[in-house]
């Protein structure tokens, strides 16, 4: 690359960074704070929340990413026009094809990036994320051992621990069992034990009353027992747990083994194979937002009331493009054959971004003809 290249080339990068980790920060805290929420609320420490917070950062940095590299080329663009450098280069005799030539660059960098996370890092976390959200899902004991709080630990269950001690004794217990139609079960003891058998966790329940209300007659039963167990097995509701999908497969395990991942997780072949080119066809629209924001901007040439017309212009075609990619996301669903359409939204942005450098080299030529 000459220095000129590596000059726009450096200027791209640098605030590619900045717009990326200001927009992953802002996302990822977004997603945090529910998370934070759903794993402190099932009695999960700080350590799970952190775990499981880094596993969503691939995710986060996929869906931001193409944005970051739009804002980025839009500013840097931006403000080359401002200081007259572009106006500079152009004069000294760069075309608007010469002067896009650093942008392509930093469009395949990004796309190479963007590439390694949607073929590889985003499938491994997504499974790992998906195996550790299974294994909190199945661990009852842990949502269970909170002291002072009203748990629900399934529709209809409320669970209450007045005190933990340091022994593993669960002083007053109280438990209520609302999920049976037309009546709803209590339980109260002055001291409880979790264990563990063979047919899964128990919770036995010691010196204590339980309570059966009957709605139809409005009828109350108590009942005192010495000790009482209590299966806690049941509270794991199986559709809460994460299901495998074609999401947590790097895509040289999907490809060519479309029909064994499609019996494993039930998913379709088209929305497998939708999921499969949609790895692709992202990379190669990174590549297109960077050409359309560097393009627009360029038709508008040195002006001192800045080029926010051409800013917005740039920002419309790329919602017109997002739309078109998910309008055609449901027809390859339905039919894998459609698959090439896929690739659709990114061969359009190519020609609007060639069209646009067109129009950039070619302004008088255009005047001429719209005159005529």
């Known amino acids: 690359m000459s220095r000129f290249d590596r000059y726009i080339l450096s200027q791209f990068l640098t605030l590619f960074g900045f717009f990326a980790l200001i927009l ?21 420490n700080v350590s799970v929340f952190l775990e499981l917070s880094v596993l969503t950062l691939p995710n986060v940095i996929r869906l931001v990413l193409p944005i970051a590299v739009f804002a980025g080329t839009v500013y840097v663009t931006n403000r080359l026009s401002s200081e007259s450098e572009l106006t500079v280069m152009q004069a000294t005799g760069f075309s608007p094809w010469r002067l896009a030539r650093p942008v392509a660059i930093f469009g395949m ?125 049941s509270l794991i509701d199986p559709e809460t747990a994460p299901r495998a999908s074609a999401k947590h497969f790097p895509s040289w395990d999907i490809i060519g083994n479309m029909d064994a991942i499609s019996e494993q997780t039930g998913e379709s072949i088209g929305s497998i194979t939708e999921d499969l080119h949609d790895r692709f066809a992202m990379p190669l629209s990174t590549i297109s937002f960077a050409l359309i924001g560097f393009a627009m901007l360029l038709t508008g040439g040195f002006s001192r009331f800045g080029v926010w017309r051409q800013i917005i212009a740039a920002f419309m075609i790329l919602v017109v493009l997002e739309a078109l990619k998910n309008a055609i996301a449901d027809p390859v669903r339905s039919n894998p054959d459609l698959w090439p359409i896929m ?19 070619n302004p008088v030529r255009w005047h001429r003809r719209v005159t005529t």
């Open 24 to 44: 992953v920060s802002v996302y990822w805290v977004n997603r945090a704070v529910s998370l934070f929420d759903q794993l402190i609320a099932s009695g999960q």
């Open 109 to 233: 960098i990004t796309a190479l990036m963007l590439s390694a996370l949607t073929h590889f890092l985003v499938p491994t976390s997504n499974s790992e994320l998906s195996k550790r959200q299974k294994e909190i899902t199945e661990n009852v004991t842990a949502r269970l051992l909170t002291e002072g709080t009203f748990l629900h630990p399934a529709d209809g269950i409320t669970f209450y621990i007045r005190e933990i001690t340091p022994n593993g004794v669960l002083k007053d217990v109280f438990l209520a069992d609302h999920r049976s139609e037309g009546r709803s079960t209590s339980y109260t003891a002055s001291d409880a034990y979790l264990v563990q058998d063979e047919t899964g966790p128990k919770l036995v329940m010691v010196d204590g009353l339980a309570q059966l209300h009957r709605h139809d007659t409005d009828t109350l039963m108590t009942t005192n027992f010495a000790d009482f167990s209590y299966d806690i097995s």
């Open 343 to 361: 690739y659709l939204p990114s061969a359009l942005g190519f020609l609007i971004a060639c069209g646009l450098l067109y129009f950039s080299a």
